[in-house]
T-cell receptor, first 110, second 114 residues
Framework: GQNIDQPTEMTATEGAIVQINCTYQ??????LFWYQQHAGEAPTFLSY????GLEEKGRFSSFLSRSKGYSYLLLKELQMKDSASYLC???????????FGAGTRLFVKA | ETGVTQSPTHLIKTRGQQVTLRCSSQ?????VSWYQQALGQGPQFIFQ???????GRGNFPPRFSGLQFPNYSSELNVNALELDDSALYLC?????????????FGSGTRLTVV
């Protein structure tokens, strides 16, 4: 089986940096995704980590440590439009099944 | 690229009825997966189709079934609807083993069972 845990909600200030953590227990997976989902909209792909380490894409970075069962999404220079849910997801070995966490709702305040 | 489109956007059904939801995958994508998302929760994996065959399934009963067609469009069928089936149903497409590019999600079908 597998469990994916994320904080339920976070609040941060415009212009700041926020780190959203994701911990998991699973027997094996190909890689770990982060998605952004605005209220009432479809999830949109942010990042994919296969190997341990940091992947950087503009204001967003994602980190994975397989040995620690841990990932985080780092958002820099926060903007009001970054207020959304952030979903951590694992794709099982073989690519036949993807499991999502419940998501972290991020509120960005002025 | 035309993206992923789902129909209908909203639907109300009565308990015990059957429903069919439709999804048109992004051009060139041969893999489609379906998810159920309850309010305030993450998407729950229902199943995945690759080249018209189901190749992965989550913890959903057999009354949830699907089809994928040669043009890569797909359907989700739910029989004997229950009140707890009320949710947003999301379809996502991708290309085979190119998982590094992630899935492209449709905007979903909001199903209400009364």
């Amino acid at each position: 089986g597998q469990n994916i845990d994320q904080p339920t909600e976070m609040t941060a200030t415009e212009g700041a940096i926020v780190q959203i953590n994701c911990t998991y227990q699973t027997s094996g997976f190909n890689g770990l995704f982060w998605y952004q989902q605005h209220a009432g909209e479809a999830p949109t792909f942010l990042s994919y980590n296969v190997l341990d380490g940091l992947e950087e894409k503009g204001r967003f970075s994602s980190f994975l440590s397989r040995s620690k069962g841990y990932s985080y999404l780092l958002l820099k220079e926060l903007q009001m439009k970054d207020s959304a849910s952030y979903l951590c997801a694992l794709i099982h070995t073989g690519g036949f099944k993807t499991i999502f966490g419940a998501g972290t709702r991020l509120f960005v305040k002025a | 690229e035309t993206g992923v489109t789902q129909s209908p956007t909203h639907l109300i059904k009565t308990r015990g009825q059957q429903v069919t939801l439709r999804c048109s995958s992004q051009s060139g994508h041969n893999t489609v997966s379906w998810y159920q998302q309850a309010l305030g929760q993450g998407p729950q994996f229902i199943f995945q189709y690759y080249r018209e065959e189901e190749n992965g399934r989550g913890n959903f009963p057999p009354r949830f079934s699907g089809l994928q067609f040669p043009n890569y469009s797909s359907e989700l069928n739910v029989n004997a609807l229950e009140l707890d089936d009320s949710a947003l149903y999301l379809c996502a497409s991708s290309f085979g083993d190119r998982e590094a590019y992630g899935y492209t999600f449709g905007s979903g079908t909001r199903l209400t069972v009364v």
